[in-house]
Nanobody
């Protein structure tokens, strides 16, 4: 079982920055990739950034390329999302996700990011 806990969300002005953290605990041996998703109004979650645990593959949604950076600290079992030049359309609940090679997905409870003046 894997537990994911996000933190770091909040209210920020357009152009500002935030760093989200996702602390992972439990048996991580089967996890092959970790991702950040976000969900604004509506039921669909958008994949924002993904990283394989080997570090060989990193991908971003086109909407955040050049502004967001995904990284991880293996010693702390923590995934990060550095968000710069935030825009109002980045407002959403941001979720941490961990995926097994067999396909099972784990989710955190999310952290709210609001970009407004």
């Amino acid at each position: 079982q894997v537990e994911l806990v996000e933190s770091g969300g909040g209210l920020v002005r357009p152009g500002g920055s935030l760093r989200l953290s996702c602390a992972a605990s439990g048996d991580l041996s089967s996890i092959c990739a970790m991702r950040w998703y976000r969900q604004a109004s509506g039921p669909q979650r958008e994949m924002v950034a993904t990283m394989t645990l080997s570090g060989t593959l990193i991908e971003y949604a086109d909407s955040v390329k050049g502004r967001f950076t995904i990284s991880r600290d293996n010693a702390k079992n923590t995934l990060y999302l550095e968000m710069n030049n935030l825009k109002p359309e980045d407002t959403a609940v941001y979720y941490c996700n961990a995926g097994e090679a067999a396909g099972y997905q784990y989710w955190g409870r999310g952290t709210q990011v609001t970009v407004a003046s």
